[in-house]
């Protein structure tokens, strides 16, 4: 059995699931360690702001840290919401007891409202736990309260980290949401600074500052050093922002599963289209159906926006000797033609997510029928200048049938060839289809 690193997180417990130990604990089993953790206080929480907080006796936190850490190898912890001198106190006390490395979080508000810190604590935050952390990693408002200045700017931010510095902590890591999106990084040990830019990105940031200690203090158990640590965090919570998903009336939490969800549906999308190529070059019927710019099978991502999210073969898939073959390897954002069709019917029907083109011809339209397939067409003729013809003729397809039907097809224009397009919700659906066709047209030919 393999022994998975322990992260230690001693933090409160927010109700909503948007941050504390909640984020911490999907932040850190997401990055494949075992989160352990330590509850300092209870919070009546939402995506609204902090309705009511009970701190957890100290004696209890104690029991908490002493039942982990004597169990368990642990290494490595992150510490959050500490309201009070007296949590602090003994938080600090069980980090030296066990000479853990300490990232600091300094959990002062409730990103949609409410203070979580006393503010007669913020003084043996200071004194007590500074000087025995790793990595303090305040967001501007927390940097100006620690470092007892105001910050306007990248040398305001310089200044604070120094003066936090002082306090013992060896790095400072003031964090970008209120930094043009940028982390500066002061080490105190040599005295140096180093920028992690970044830009603002859309999305929901309820427990962005837990999400990126805890990762942070994952990356580090890994063996990073501190500079490739804050850089794997950063992109690690600017990917849980996209992922943001709206569950409340106010400040939509990060979504600590957006890494692992979208790599499992890039590997599933792709092993699908594979499985649909390999479905077609199976089949030597369906070469009778490659039009003479060859085919090509295309499957979007779930909520796919643009090409570079939509799986397809590098080349295209041709006849050989009458026989099909697959020309490139399955890859993502390689195909125009089959990938706006798919975006055009993915905007009236996200699930709708794939599609191939084959052959037109008078016959194999009629088997389409014959099966009982539902049919459109567009004409090339009539597509505008202003906006692409295969967007434009999807789109128009849609529209006049009032629904995706399972075939769209044109009969060509000027320099275009014609061609019959088949939408299906995957690539395997699709080819199976394209099999049935190919199936009846072989037996229709051999019939000539």
Not at 48 to 56: E, F, K, M, Q, R
Not at 146 to 173: H, P, T
Not at 313 to 318: A, F, K, L, P, Q
Not at 420 to 433: F, T
Request: proline fraction near 3%; hydrophobic fraction near 40%; include cysteine.
């Amino acid at each position: 059995m393999s022994k998975a690193p322990t992260i230690l997180t001693i933090a409160g417990s927010d109700s909503g699931g948007g941050a504390g130990i909640q984020a911490d604990v999907k932040t850190i089993a997401s990055l494949g360690l075992h989160p352990a953790c330590a509850i300092t206080s209870v919070t009546a929480q939402n995506t609204t702001g902090v309705l009511s907080a009970y701190d957890i006796p100290c004696e209890v936190i104690r029991d908490q840290i002493d039942a982990v850490c004597k169990d368990m190898d642990i290494r490595w912890a992150k510490s959050g919401m500490l309201s009070s001198a007296e949590i602090i106190s003994t938080v600090a006390e069980m980090v030296k007891k066990y000479d853990l490395k300490l990232v600091a979080d300094p959990v002062m508000a409730a990103e949609a409202g409410g203070d979580l810190l006393r503010k007669d604590a913020v003084d043996t935050l200071k004194k007590e736990l500074l000087p025995i952390t790793e990595v303090v990693t305040p967001n501007i408002n927390e940097a100006c309260i620690l470092s007892g200045m105001k910050i306007y700017d990248l040398e305001d931010a310089k200044q604070a980290a120094k003066i936090i510095g002082r306090s013992g902590v060896e790095v400072v890591i003031i964090t970008g949401g209120h930094l043009e999106g940028s982390d500066l990084i002061y080490d105190s040990r040599d005295n140096t600074y180093k920028l992690i830019s970044g830009s603002f990105v859309k999305g929901g940031t309820h427990g962005s500052g837990c999400t990126y200690s805890a990762s942070l203090a994952a990356t580090l158990a890994r063996g990073y050093n501190i500079d490739e640590a804050a850089k794997i965090a950063k992109d690690f919570v600017v990917e849980a922002i996209k992922g943001s998903v709206q569950i409340g009336k106010g400040v939509g939490p990060v979504n600590q599963l957006s890494r692992l969800l979208n790599n499992a549906n890039r590997y599933n999308t792709v092993q699908n289209v594979k499985s649909g190529v390999e479905i077609l070059n199976k089949c030597m019927d369906f070469a009778g159906l490659i039009p003479e710019v060859g085919s090509n099978i295309a499957m979007a991502l779930p909520d796919a926006r643009s090409i570079s999210e939509i799986a397809a073969i590098s080349g295209r898939m041709i006849n050989v000797k009458d026989s099909p073959k697959a020309v490139g390897d399955i890859e993502f954002g390689t195909s125009e033609h089959v990938g706006r069709i798919v975006l055009a019917a993915m905007e009236y029907d996200p699930d709708f997510r794939a599609s191939m083109n084959i052959r037109y011809s008078e016959d194999i339209l009629n088997i389409c029928k014959e099966i009982g397939f539902s049919i459109s067409s567009f004409s090339r003729e009539e597509e505008p200048e202003s906006m692409s013809g295969i967007d434009w003729g999807t789109k128009q397809a849609i529209k006049d049938h009032g629904d995706i039907s399972r075939i769209i097809y044109d009969t060509g224009g000027m320099g275009k060839e014609a061609m019959i397009r088949i939408m299906g919700h995957n690539a395997e659906e699709v080819a199976h289809i394209a099999l049935e066709i190919a199936d009846k047209y072989a037996i229709l030919k051999n019939r000539d």
